[in-house]
């Protein structure tokens, strides 16, 4: 999607300082960190949400959710907590599908 900022952050029409990198996914710091570590991971389709996932595009993020641990311990962390802010009701403010993943002194997300 032309328009959308982490479509040309993982096109690297937007330069980014990646943190993990694969066919699938990409992981950047957060602008705006809420923890001693926040990346967002997200996928290099355009899926707009958790509500956006189907049949054909499914196994993205599944395969997402499987690389959060492997994005952690390359990073050096030893647990992370996972936050998928989903529709305008999710406080989703970036409506392309984003995981947060942060680790240490957490400011988001209870
Ligand atoms: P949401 O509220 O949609 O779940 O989270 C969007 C996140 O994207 C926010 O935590 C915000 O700080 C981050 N963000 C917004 N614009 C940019 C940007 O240009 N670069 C990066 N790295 N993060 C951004
Ligand atoms: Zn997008």
Redesign the pocket.
Do not use: C
């Given at each position: 999607m032309t328009d959308c900022?982490f479509c040309k952050?993982a096109s690297k029409d937007?330069p980014?300082d990646i943190k993990y990198e694969d066919e699938h996914i990409i992981a950047?710091?957060?602008?705006?960190p809420?923890a001693d570590v926040?990346l967002?991971v997200i996928p290099k389709l355009h899926i707009i949400n958790l509500m956006d996932i189907n049949d054909e595009n499914q196994h993205i993020i599944t395969h997402l959710i499987r690389k959060l641990p492997v994005i952690a311990e390359k990073n050096g962390l030893s647990g992370f907590r996972t936050?998928f802010?989903s529709g305008k009701d999710g406080?989703?403010?970036?409506?392309h599908l984003?995981a947060?993943l942060l680790a240490g002194n957490i400011k988001f997300g209870g």
């Open positions: 900022l952050i937007i980014t950047f710091p957060d602008i705006n809420k926040h967002l936050i802010n406080g989703q403010e970036v409506f984003h947060h």
